[in-house]
Antibody, heavy 119, light 108 residues
Framework: QVQLVQSGAEVKKPGASVKVSCKAS????????MHWVRQAPGQGLEWMGI????????SYAQKLQGRVTMTRDTSTSTVYMELSSLRSEDTAVYYC????????????WGKGTTVTVSS | EIVMTQSPATLSVSPGERATLSCRAS??????LAWYQQKPGQAPRLLIY???TRATGIPARFSGSGSGTEFTLTISSLQSEDFAVYYC??????????FGQGTKVEIK
């Protein structure tokens, strides 16, 4: 079955970077786009960006431009999201989610990775 | 920039009753509207896409309607497992993937 397995929880200090992974299985990795969405404690969903695993092209939310980088490794069917210059407001659960057609419709989600930014 | 507004913020409903959730877009999104369900401690799950098409495995008690700027999610007879937060999302305009702020459906 289709699965997105994310890496474990992280605790980081302000100013540091974090890299979260999302390993896909059960489908052809390069045939589906992947998004990252985050959710701060008690808050709603915030779209962060999209990566095309086939060619590696990306598009990011304007507010995160310059701090977020999404990459992929086709040999392991894994996408990565790296966020730099972390601040307390980046404390959130980070989800990867599959997009069947590049339409920004998200049909399968990972379970989430908690990132805590604290001094 | 398109803004998605959901109402009400919280909906108190008794099991077995009907729940009606609303989502409004600040400009037309055609039928490019999805609904997601999120239970505490879990990832969101796709319920409805194309404003009215149920995703795979979603029970028939969930239905979506609307187009343009006004959308509705109806749960015909609430079951215990349906108490959750529901988000709408447009995938038509920039910024892509914009979500509403969510409606919490709680037990009355």
């Amino acid at each position: 079955q289709v699965q997105l397995v994310q890496s474990g929880a992280e605790v980081k200090k302000p100013g540091a970077s974090v890299k979260v992974s999302c390993k896909a299985s059960g489908y052809t990795f390069t045939s589906y786009y992947m998004h990252w969405v985050r959710q701060a404690p008690g808050q709603g969903l915030e779209w962060m960006g999209i990566i095309n695993p086939s060619g590696g092209s990306t598009s990011y939310a304007q507010k995160l431009q310059g701090r977020v980088t999404m990459t992929r490794d086709t040999s392991t069917s894994t996408v990565y999201m790296e966020l730099s210059s972390l601040r307390s407001e980046d404390t959130a659960v980070y989800y990867c989610a599959r997009d069947p057609s590049g339409s920004y419709l998200l049909d399968v989600w990972g379970k989430g990775t908690t990132v805590t930014v604290s001094s | 920039e398109i803004v998605m507004t959901q109402s009400p913020a919280t909906l108190s409903v008794s099991p077995g009753e009907r729940a009606t959730l609303s989502c409004r877009a600040s400009q037309s999104v055609s039928s490019n509207l999805a609904w997601y369900q999120q239970k505490p401690g879990q990832a969101p799950r796709l319920l409805i896409y194309g404003a009215s098409t149920r995703a795979t495995g979603i029970p028939a008690r969930f239905s979506g309607s609307g187009s343009g700027t006004e959308f509705t999610l109806t749960i015909s007879s609430l079951q215990s497992e349906d108490f959750a937060v529901y988000y709408c999302q447009q995938y038509n305009n920039w910024p892509p993937g914009a979500f509403g702020q969510g409606t919490k459906v709680e037990i009355k």
